[in-house]
């Protein structure tokens, strides 16, 4: 069972960082009243490709989002949308928790690509 690492609290989910994994635990009724159920959903680090972190400005909302890599699919480079499922919206004064769980996650898939990176250097120079 993977403990939780890192957690920030966002206006309609909450994550939580484990040892290989981002959950996004939902807040029912807020995700409802936005734009209809939105489930929980665990995303396996080694699946993503980046972290983008959306600064609030005026409107004084933020937004970070999750880039999935889906093997035979290129990922789809899109606007950003609150909507978006592997997305969690944050307030500005939540803003520090965000970007140091987004830097954590950054570390975090920079060692699994390194790690990945270097079996399969391994297992090409066996085959020579």
């Not at 989910?13 to 959903?41: C, H, N, T, W, Y």
């Not at 993503?48 to 400005?57: A, K, R």
């Not at 909507?83 to 803003?95: G, P, Q």
Request: hydrophobic content about 40%; glycine content about 6%; overall charge positive.
């Amino acid at each position: 069972m993977d403990k939780t690492v890192k957690e920030a609290k966002g206006l309609d989910g909450v994550l939580k960082l484990s040892q290989d994994i981002i959950q996004i635990r939902r807040d029912p009724f807020a995700s409802l009243l936005e734009d209809g159920l939105r489930v929980d959903k665990d995303i396996p680090l080694e699946r993503i490709s980046s972290v983008n972190l959306e600064m609030p400005e005026e409107a004084d909302v933020g937004c970070v989002r999750f880039i999935v890599s889906h093997p035979g699919r290129l990922a789809k480079a899109g606007h950003w949308s609150v909507k978006n499922s592997n997305t969690v919206a944050f307030r500005k004064a939540d803003l520090a928790d965000f970007r140091e769980l987004k830097s954590v996650i950054d570390s975090r898939i920079l060692k699994l690509k390194k790690l990945r990176d270097s079996g399969s250097e391994s297992s090409s120079q066996a085959a020579k």
